[in-house]
């Protein structure tokens, strides 16, 4: 079984985002060696609620969070917002000479 992978869908809609998740947790789970009742009771989650998040029929966000943290991956969500601005990265010669050539080629028109 291949992993369904967000690359995949970068533009995507919130409907394809919604079932790749639910792809991805029902991949995890499998891969856990766990069933849908298993899971659920380990999440919090009714097994009816789960079933349909694993289906991408539930968007709800309390759900995802209590599936993260049940997959021990709530620092994970550091990725999504991080505290700190990214570091500055260097300019090079090839920045500037790219940049220049922008401002020239735009002066021309």
């Known amino acids: ?27 995890e789970r499998k891969r856990l060696e766990l069933t849908q009742q298993e899971f659920a009771e380990k999440c919090g989650v009714g097994f009816s609620t789960f079933r349909r998040f694993e289906a991408g029929t539930c968007d709800s966000l309390e759900v995802l969070l209590l599936i993260v943290s049940a997959f021990q991956r709530i620092a994970a969500l550091d990725l999504l917002f991080p505290g700190e601005a990214p570091p500055a990265r260097p300019r090079t010669l090839i920045d500037y000479a790219a940049r220049f050539e922008a401002k020239r080629g735009k002066s021309n028109t």
Request: hydrophobic fraction near 30%.
């Open 1 to 27: 079984m291949s992993i369904p992978k967000f690359e995949d869908v970068r533009s995507g809609t919130p409907d394809q985002l919604r079932q790749l998740l639910a792809d991805r947790t029902r991949y």
